[in-house]
């Protein structure tokens, strides 16, 4: 129960953040947007699948009437929410495969984390990005940009994660 | 039936995912106007190819049809060229012409899809933004109007047709000069209603109706249909007028999307505000 309120209350920490930091933050890079609201389907702790995805659609959609463009992040974080346990698969030795539920820094090591988030946040950033220009011309301008708030957005993700996540796991 | 259940069960987490992702891509289309305009035009198009096979094929049939349609027009064009006139001068000259000026383009093109039957009823012509077909231009049959274009895309237009409810156009009786509002009432497609023609005028069957010069949609003349029927409507003072259209709303093949190469001059005069 505890930890349901500490969930809670991250996640809401996760979007003050993101609408009232990074948002109003000027941009450094053309053409580029620091986005790490998608980490709270990222670090959160492994449940079951589809209580995720049922959690993350509603977490986008949240931030969506706040940006009013209903669906397209709700869609981004569902997509998110349904690839999070193959990409984990991806990134996993074949003997860690059932001893460890988690993917998280302690266990997976800091690269091996690092290219993990950016997989992750290059699937949300495209699949938002071309659900934005809703349209397949011009694609590679869609794909430069998503990589580059891909990148972007892991590193900001990765600070992230080792202030709230890794000093507490590596405790316990 | 277990198995289906089983099936479900099995693949629930796939399941539950294309379901969320629908309710999330049909927000999107449904909410966002960009990603919505997009999504509908794109589907425009498709259907649009759909119905273009089915027309191609509908239309070798009506070969025959079109043809006959086609002398007709011609003979009457050819009614009109100087040589079939008579001058009735005894010395010809030459007559610069100034105050004749082209009004309406006319634009050839085929019918791809058309209902008769629904309460509200559409056509698609195979012709769109590429042959310079805009929204809201008049189309118009060698015998007489047709609709309005609504929607269109680069190869298709989407026509509003006569048969629509919220199809109106202003009218006149050829006869009388009365002029008066064209619209349908729903029910026969060969038939629509006119109003707003007052008791004081006389009406016989038999008298033809023309589009008026209010409308700008389409030429001033284009036949609409003949008085069948007509009441008087004591309560305001009007006649309810049937009208047999002249175009054969079941049957169109060949059609022509007017251009009014002054109506946007029109409009602005209409629309600006006096100036004090």
Redesign the interface.
Known sequence: MISVVKYFLLFLMILVIQVFVLDQAPQLIPYSRPFIFFVFVIAFPDME??WL??LA?AG??LL?FIYG????N??AC??LA?FKVPVIKMFKNSEEENLVPLAHIVYLGFIRYFFYILVLSFVFQLFSGF??V??FSGAGQTIMRAIVNALISSILIYIFEIIFFYRRAART | MGNIFAFLLRHHKFFVFIILEGIGFSLVVNYNKDQGSAFYRSTNEISGLAYKGIGNLKYYFHLQEVNDSLMAENARLRAKMLNALYFDTAKPKTITDTIVKQRYTFIPCNVVNNSVTNMNNYLTLGAGENMGIGNHLGVVTTSGIVGITRNVSKHFASVLSILHKDFTVSAQILENKQIGTVTWNGFDPDIVVMKDVPLNVKITKGMHVVTSPYSDLFPTGSSVGIVTKYEANHNDANYTIYIKLSTDMRNINKVYVVSNLMREEKIKTETIPVSK
Do not use: E, K, N
């Not at chain 1, 463009?69 to 397209?72: A, M, S």
């Open positions: 699948a589809v995805m049922a659609f986008g959609l969506d463009t209903p669906g397209i709700a869609s569902l997509l349904y659900l934005t809703f349209s």
